[in-house]
């Protein structure tokens, strides 16, 4: 089984900096991975998948890389709504989510 | 509107059983797989099982293969999530999603307790 490992835990940043939010795979996993915004209260919001793509309607500030096993999300100018909790997901014959990072002010 | 919208969820006690629904709305549900992914309160997102398109192929996550069993009726638009043997450790929001996750629903509180 495949774990996903999300660091750090906790960001804490100001609006206008950059956060980058690392998750590393135990195993090779292509590229396939995606990565999810969560607010409190909310569902999960599909941000990117396939390590780089952005889902639809995602502002260009937020950006996904990597490949193999570890994989990075970049939000180049931080929001006030992008305070949350992020998850990287690994897609195989089975979803295994990280155990995310909480974007915090 | 296109949406996704789960119902279902209650109280129930251990080792008894429960049925959601997923309904969706404003699109072609035979068209694309279907995930059930949980949440426990405060704690984070765990996958529970996905149904391909048209009902062929089921997968689960190891903590509720054989006792949850996932379903579909395209002719009704909706997928179920029959869950059986409940324990405490089942308590969590469930949410369903479309395909490569792209569409979410509210979500339903299922809270297994005597």
């Known amino acids: 089984e495949i774990v996903l490992t999300q660091s750090p835990v906790t960001l804490s940043l100001s609006p206008g900096e950059r956060a980058t939010l690392s998750c590393r795979a135990s195993?090779?996993?292509?590229?396939?991975v995606a990565w999810f915004q969560q607010k409190p209260g909310q569902a999960p919001r599909l941000l990117v998948y396939d390590a780089s793509t952005r889902a639809t309607g995602i502002p260009a500030r937020f950006s996904g890389s990597g490949s193999g096993a570890d994989f990075t999300l970049t939000i180049s100018s931080l929001e006030p709504e992008d305070f949350a909790v992020y998850y990287c997901?690994?897609?195989?014959?089975?979803?295994?989510f990280g155990q995310g990072t909480k974007l915090e002010i | 509107q296109v949406q996704l919208l789960e119902s279902g969820g209650g109280v129930v006690q251990p080792g008894r059983s429960l049925r959601l629904s997923c309904k969706a709305s404003?699109?072609?549900?035979?068209?694309?797989?279907i995930h059930w992914v949980r949440q426990a309160p405060g704690k984070g997102l765990e996958w529970v099982a996905v149904i391909s398109y048209d009902g062929s192929n089921e997968y689960y996550g190891d903590s509720v293969r054989g006792r949850f069993t996932i379903s579909r009726d395209n002719s009704e638009n909706t997928v179920y999530l029959q869950m059986n043997t409940l324990t405490a450790e089942d308590t969590a929001v469930y949410y369903c999603?479309?395909?490569?996750?792209?569409?979410w629903g509210q979500g339903t509180l299922v809270t297994v307790s005597s």
């Open positions: 999603a479309r395909g490569i996750f792209d569409l």
């Open positions: 404003g699109f072609t549900l035979s068209s694309y797989s």
């Open positions: 195993q090779s996993v292509s590229s396939q």
């Open positions: 997901q690994h897609r195989g014959s089975r979803f295994t």
